[in-house]
T-cell receptor, first 115, second 110 residues
Framework: EAQVTQNPRYLITVTGKKLTVTCSQN?????MSWYRQDPGLGLRQIYY???????DKGDVPEGYKVSRKEKRNFPLILESPSPNQTSLYFC??????????????FGQGTRLTVV | GQSLEQPSEVTAVEGAIVQINCTYQ??????LSWYQQHDGGAPTFLSY????GLEETGRFSSFLSRSDSYGYLLLQELQMKDSASYFC???????????FGKGTTLSVSS
């Protein structure tokens, strides 16, 4: 089954404790991205990757890091989480970059709470 | 800059037809996409319009007018399961991201 898998689904952590949210896709997609979703603000892109070892900032990258060592995996790293990073996070992948008409597939989301 | 405007809420009854509008401002327009999201779950792709006109996929149709920078999603024969949030989206100018509207929450009642 074609899918994007995120882990964990739910996470409560304390301020400053490094964490990683994993994302994996089994569709051999080149393009992957991370979004955060907050009430009243919709989905905002954090980082994206066009292919292995190619990553770049989205609209709200502060406080986040990513890596793309393999095509299938695109982890999101919070080196020192803060309460304003409490949000619902989505990983997405598509065959090619969004300049083309390619459907984006989203993971099930990770609900992160930083206290 | 780029922006998308859509109503925040729409209500309707089962069996009815509802239209969710989206107006956008962007340079380098590629096309307008629509996504559905149930209760904070994964957004799922519904449709994409690159050219003017109506695209029909079962009970859902999507329309685009490039000259008016406007599109809409038309949902027919509404069912309770259609209660969800609906997002319109465009590619950003660099072609590196989807820019989403803030979403329209559709509530279908019996």
């Amino acid at each position: 089954e074609a899918q994007v898998t995120q882990n964990p689904r739910y996470l409560i952590t304390v301020t400053g404790k490094k964490l990683t949210v994993t994302c994996s896709q089994n569709m051999n997609h080149e393009y992957m991205s991370w979004y955060r979703q907050d009430p009243g603000l919709g989905l905002r892109q954090i980082y994206y990757s066009m292919n292995v070892e190619v990553t770049d900032k989205g609209d709200v990258p502060e406080g986040y890091k990513v890596s793309r060592k393999e095509k299938r995996n695109f982890p999101l790293i919070l080196e020192s989480p803060s309460p304003n990073q409490t949000s619902l996070y989505f990983c997405a992948s598509s065959l090619r970059d969004p300049a083309f008409n390619t459907e984006a597939f989203f993971g099930q989301g990770t609900r992160l709470t930083v206290v | 800059g780029q922006s998308l405007e859509q109503p925040s809420e729409v209500t309707a009854v089962e069996g009815a037809i509802v239209q969710i509008n989206c107006t956008y401002q962007t340079s380098g327009f590629y096309g307008l996409s629509w996504y559905q999201q149930h209760d904070g779950g994964a957004p799922t792709f519904l449709s994409y319009n690159a050219l003017d006109g109506l695209e029909e996929t079962g009970r859902f149709s999507s329309f685009l007018s490039r000259s008016d920078s406007y599109g809409y999603l038309l949902l027919q024969e509404l069912q309770m399961k259609d209660s969800a949030s609906y997002f319109c989206a465009v590619r950003n100018q660099a072609g590196t991201a989807l820019i989403f509207g803030k979403g329209t929450t559709l509530s279908v009642s019996s």
